[in-house]
């Protein structure tokens, strides 16, 4: 059975950077699709990033395409989400979770797995950004 656990959130100030990193254990990441998801206060999950696990293509959300990166490390069963020039509104519980893909073929089109149709989570990591 697949578990993950994030891990890497804390308090950081305005402008700051933070790497999260999801870590599998009971059963391998490899040929799987990961995808990193923000709760922030009232909201539903967004997906920021998801990486394939086909051939690590990878999918940034716009809301912090240019900020936020993701990568799986080679050899080890981590994916992670290094986070720049962080903002306030950046706040939230950041979840890792993982899926044969990071789209469905739905409707004739590709479209990004929703948080629903991820069937591994981990427990979450909280992430503060001060101004």
């Known amino acids: 059975q697949l578990q993950l656990v994030e891990s890497g959130g804390g308090l950081v100030q305005t402008g700051g950077t933070l790497t999260l990193s999801c870590a599998a254990s009971?059963?391998?990441?490899?040929?799987?699709?990961v995808a990193w998801f923000r709760q922030g206060p009232g909201q539903d999950r967004e997906r920021l990033a998801c990486i394939s696990g086909a051939d690590d293509s990878t999918y940034t959300s716009a809301s912090v395409k240019g900020r936020f990166t993701i990568s799986r490390s080679d050899g080890k069963n981590t994916v992670s989400l290094r986070m720049n020039n962080l903002k306030p509104e950046d706040t939230g519980t950041y979840y890792c979770?993982?899926?044969?893909?990071?789209?469905?073929?739905?409707?004739?089109?590709?479209?990004?797995?929703?948080?629903?149709?991820?069937?591994?989570w981990g427990q979450g990591t909280q992430v503060t950004v001060s101004s």
């Open positions: 009971g059963a391998t990441l490899e040929r799987k699709a």
């Open positions: 979770a993982a899926d044969a893909s990071c789209h469905l073929y739905v409707g004739g089109d590709y479209r990004p797995r929703t948080s629903d149709q991820y069937a591994h």
